[in-house]
């Protein structure tokens, strides 16, 4: 059996009066890729931020490979990439200067190989001719790209990403799928946090629906499906009926004139 | 807290600009009728200068708020014509460039008003040509710069401008620095002033909207009477001119925003880098790419070097040998006087370089947060990248001073030592509170009157300030008894030496501990 790599006891997170995570165990294994699926708001954010080391937590821990983040959180930021949502990147660097730089914060990543690595996904990414480039030139899927490239390059145990596709072509999109896919393969564990249900269905091999900061429910697709008490739905009409969006169902039978009214949403 | 801090800084500022300019007007006044006309010389001198930097922030300032501004997609995506945003624009391109000009221009209008005693009109006068002038200013530049972004792209029409007015800048600082205005008063030198004076006798700039102003104002100071065909050309001039732009910009200004829309400089490939793997390498060479790649950062470099070339040159002009008492000991004050300038000079460039330094990293930072680099050694690497310029700074202005006011003696090594203890000092504290105050959420740099860098330049001040005044007795005794014939003792160079100690250690301490805790509230968010 696969080892945990991310653990988190009783994590919790309160902005005074508001508490956005509350009590949250997680065990993410090596070569699994785990979705984080919630509603806006639900805390998937903070939970992330918390994950990487950019918000402490209230109270509870986090564990990487063991190591505490609080006790040793250099420790724990050498095993871990992450990916944002929002690409922002040096844009007075080049798209190379960038990997240098990345490579040098992270020394004893991927045997000091991090480099080498990432000619092979900017070739993948059909980022190579822009390499030596200011990277304010960048689209914002090229931007995306580079992040990747320079987390991917790291060969890091755990990979830490908030909404992968935003921003990037169909292409490059599968491109990513395949890569998590093989670096799962190899053993590294990926948190993906993501509101496209495609995603986390194709790629997922178990799933946490967090609601308002806590875990509504969280398994394999046949253990949500069991959880939900449904037959082969889709996640998404497991995610509606797990996170209470029951109004929907009116607003989509006002929309169609009514012809959903007997079915499930 | 911080709104009623900068209140209170601002008025602050403005007193003692008035008293300043009282003192200076009175100076004028009290050595002849020649003082009274170059004084006014001067005033109408002060509103040219000011319209054409006017012009030229405006036009700057213009480009950013009609081309560059986020809203422009939405509006000219809406049924609006580009005529109908041409007020909002201008207005906003007016109190961008000018609020700083019309605040700080009252202590003077009114130190002149005092020393001139002027009648009842003078303020309602000022109502008319202060705005005026800056609305006037506004709308030239706005035309100028709708004419210019229609035949060049936008962002390549600012820079152009920023140099432009960047050279201007330091031509007129520079030139006004070289005419020695304190000599004009000597009574020796008013034998080759006569020509100048003849030559300036007409009224300034009689084609120039400053011009109208400041003619309009000083006939008023001298003779009490209302220039009226001035004033009715500079209340109908501002109208003329906006009515003006709007029309330019119905019919061109589309066609420069598309241009602006264009990528600059993306297509420019950069040379393959060295294989550095040390952070602290990439740390310094990002610092430096991010200064060298920024035309607005490296460019003002050419108005550092004006800086301290006109700082070497108030030395070299000095008059020493009119001084009453013994040349040594006065050019030695001076010299322990130049420690605090050359330190209020590291920490106004700290100021403009240091501090916004951190918040420069912008929503970049969670890579380093999330990376195993601490922020004690990011503030280290960054402390270690800025050491060497402040350091050679420094230095070029201590030991170039006291080489031109010929120290010798104990003050040499005095001046140096201070110097480079408050210069490094205060290279620490600004890394200190910009790392406290960091905004990485703000889309553009961090403005050096945010008020996180208004409280650094005090707090840097003031602990200057305290340490040279606390080491003043033990330097002044050293310095006096190294002129007498017995010469300075042991005791007296142990004196400056222990104290020497106490306000290094301070210092250290004092950096340290606002390091430590600007880190600590970094950490985790």
Redesign the interface.
């Known amino acids: 059996m696969s080892q945990s790599l991310l653990t988190t006891r009783n994590l919790s997170k309160s902005f005074a009066d508001f508490t956005a995570v509350n009590e949250l165990d997680l065990d993410i294994n090596q070569g699994e890729i785990f979705g984080f699926l919630g509603p806006n708001g639900a805390g998937k954010t903070t939970t992330i ?1 918390m994950l ?5 937590p209230t109270s509870g821990n986090i564990a990487i490979g063991g190591m505490d983040m609080a006790l040793d959180p ?2 724990c ?2 095993r ?1 990439g ?1 990916i ?1 949502d ?1 690409p ?3 844009e ?3 798209g ?2 960038y990997l ?8 004893e990543a991927a045997g ?1 190989k991090a ?1 080498e690595n990432a000619v092979g996904y900017l070739d993948l990414f059909d980022l190579a001719k822009w390499r ?3 990277i ?2 960048y689209s914002h899927g090229m931007r995306q790209k580079l992040i990747m490239s320079s987390v991917l390059m790291l060969n890091q145990e755990l990979i830490i990403v908030d909404e992968p596709m935003v921003g990037l072509d169909p292409k490059s999109a599968r491109v990513v799928k395949e890569l998590f896919r093989q670096k799962a393969r190899e053993g590294t564990a990926i948190f993906l946090s993501t509101h496209s249900m495609e995603i986390a269905e194709e790629l997922c091999d178990r799933i946490g629906i967090i609601v308002e900061g806590q875990i509504r429910a969280m398994g394999t697709m046949d253990e949500l499906r069991a959880e939900a008490g449904s037959g082969n739905e889709h996640l998404e009409d497991i995610f509606l009926q797990l996170t209470g969006a029951f109004e929907l169902l009116d607003v989509i039978r006002a929309l169609r004139g009514s012809s959903l009214s007997d079915k499930k949403v | 807290m911080n709104a009623a801090l900068i209140l209170v800084a601002g008025i602050g500022v403005c007193l003692l600009i008035y008293f300043v300019s009282s003192r200076v007007l009175q100076y004028f006044h009290s050595q002849n009728e020649l003082g009274v006309i170059l004084s006014l010389k001067i005033f109408q001198m002060a509103w040219i200068m000011i319209f054409t930097m006017l012009i030229f922030s405006s036009m700057i300032s213009a480009v950013t708020t009609f081309y560059l501004a986020e809203d422009n997609e939405i509006l000219l995506s809406s049924p609006v014509q580009p005529s109908e945003m041409y007020l909002m624009r201008y207005l906003t391109t007016a109190m961008n460039t000018s609020w700083m000009i019309l605040v700080f221009s009252l202590p003077v209008f009114g130190a002149y008003g005092k020393i001139f005693h002027a009648g009842p009109l003078f303020w309602p006068l000022l109502v008319i040509a202060v705005p005026s002038v800056t609305l006037i200013a506004t709308g030239i530049a706005t035309i100028l710069t709708v004419l210019v972004v229609y035949y060049f792209p936008a962002r390549r029409t600012k820079d152009i401008v920023f140099y432009l007015s960047l050279c201007f800048g330091i031509f007129l600082y520079l030139v006004f620095r070289m005419i020695r205005p304190e000599e004009l008063v000597n009574p020796d030198n008013y034998g080759q002033f006569i020509d100048y004076f003849s030559a300036v006798s007409a009224p300034a700039g009689p084609w120039l909207p400053a011009g109208w102003a400041a003619n309009m104002i000083s006939s008023y100071l001298l003779d009490g009477q209302v220039d009226l065909l001035l004033t009715g050309l500079l209340v109908t001039t501002p109208f003329v001119l906006f009515f003006l732009g709007q029309w330019l910009m119905d019919h061109l200004f589309v066609v420069g925003y598309s241009k602006s829309q264009e990528s600059f400089g993306g297509h420019r490939e950069f040379r393959p880098v060295r294989h550095f793997h040390s952070i602290r390498a990439w740390i310094w060479r990002k610092e430096l790419k991010y200064f060298l790649r920024d035309s607005s950062e490296w460019s003002q470099f050419f108005m550092i070097a004006a800086l301290i070339v006109v700082y070497l040159y108030n030395f070299k002009v000095l008059p020493l040998d009119r001084s009453p008492v013994s040349v040594f000991f006065v050019s030695n004050v001076i010299s322990f006087a130049n420690i605090g300038l050359s330190g209020f000079l590291a920490a106004s460039l700290a100021t403009r370089f240091v501090y916004p330094s951190i918040s420069a990293e912008q929503g970049a930072y969670y890579l380093l947060a999330v990376s195993p680099l601490s922020w004690k050694q990011y503030l280290w690497y960054k402390y270690q990248f800025y050491f060497f310029p402040f350091t050679l700074l420094a230095l070029v202005l201590i030991v170039i001073s006291n080489y031109l006011l010929q120290i010798s003696g104990p003050m040499g090594w005095v001046s140096v030592f201070t110097g480079m203890l408050l210069t490094w000092t205060s290279l620490g504290l600004a890394l200190g509170f910009g790392m406290y105050f960091a905004d990485f959420k703000s889309g553009s740099k961090v403005s050096t009157l945010e008020p996180g860098a208004i409280l650094y330049l005090f707090c840097a001040i003031f602990y200057q300030v305290v340490l040279l005044l606390s080491g003043m007795p033990f330097v002044s005794r050293l310095v006096r008894r190294t002129l007498t014939e017995k010469g300075a003792a042991v005791s007296d160079y142990l004196s400056v030496c222990a104290w020497g100690s106490v306000v290094t250690m301070v210092s250290i301490l004092l950096v340290f501990w606002l390091c430590n805790k600007a880190v600590n509230r970094r950490q985790w968010g």
């Open positions: 931020k990487v080391g950019l918000l402490k250099v420790g930021k050498q871990t992450y944002p929002r922002f990147l040096y007075k660097l080049t190379d200067e240098h730089f990345i490579s040098s914060l992270y020394p000091g480099l030596h480039h200011l304010e030139g």
